[in-house]
């Protein structure tokens, strides 16, 4: 039962450079999220998916878009790396919005 | 003043030892209640849901409290493996899609 996979796991990137991350989940679950998490500090939703063809805005969105053309799958995408985005960013999904979200094992990303 | 506030710690506490975390949150409309877990540099794994008459699991106990507006998480016996970082999370409950994290509390459970 894979659940929620990322890929890559790490990644080093210059500044400028695009890439996107890849979040797949086989659950069937409705809700797809993207977190940053930085050194020290608490998660903080970049952006979220409520069900297939949909995308919304989270805390920290600006840099980053995102895509969600198939159910299983969530794409966060960097158009142009900064290294202000160096973090661990992690995946996550839910049934539904009211309930318990499940986590990928996270990307780390760095930018020189 | 944050949606969801958590007392960062470290909690250092000594095997066998009882230790209880808070959590408050704003909204009075908030309708789901999570406990999660988070070891160093590895992903959040749900511990425990909090339900409004309070749910034990083993030596986790949780508890809501609404007329407060917080949760609680309490873990008994402690031992080392516990030693961990505990995230409170907060739902609205409308399906709208985001749940509020805490920050965090850290506990380090020493032999």
């Known amino acids: 039962n894979a659940g929620v996979t990322q890929t890559p796991k790490f990644r080093v990137l210059k500044t400028g450079q695009s890439m996107t991350l890849l979040c797949a989940q086989d659950?069937?679950?409705?809700?797809m999220y993207w977190y940053r998490q930085d050194p020290g500090m608490g998660l903080r939703l970049i952006h979220y998916?409520?069900?297939?063809?949909?995308?919304a805005k989270g805390e920290v969105p600006d840099g980053y878009n995102v895509s969600r053309l198939k159910k299983q799958n969530f794409l966060l995408g960097l158009e142009s790396a900064a290294p202000s985005q160096t973090s661990v960013y992690f995946c996550?999904?839910?049934?539904?919005?009211?309930?318990?979200?499940?986590f990928g094992d996270g990307t780390r990303l760095s930018i020189l | 003043r944050k949606e969801v506030e958590q007392d960062p710690g470290p909690f250092n506490v000594p095997e066998g030892a009882t230790v209880a975390f808070n959590c408050t949150y704003s909204n009075s409309a908030s309708q789901s209640f999570f406990w999660y877990r988070q070891d160093c540099r590895k992903e959040p794994k749900l511990l425990m849901s909090v339900y409004s008459s309070g749910n034990e699991d083993g030596r986790f106990t949780a508890q809501l409290n609404r007329a407060s507006q917080y949760i609680s998480l309490l873990i008994r016996d402690s031992k080392l493996s516990d030693s961990a970082t505990y995230l409170c999370v907060v739902n609205m409950g409308t399906n709208a899609g985001k749940s509020t994290f805490g920050d965090g509390t850290t506990l380090t459970v020493k032999p």
């Open positions: 659950m069937n679950h409705e809700y």
């Open positions: 998916s409520v069900g297939e063809g949909t995308t």
């Open positions: 996550a999904s839910s049934r539904q919005g009211t309930q318990p979200q499940h």
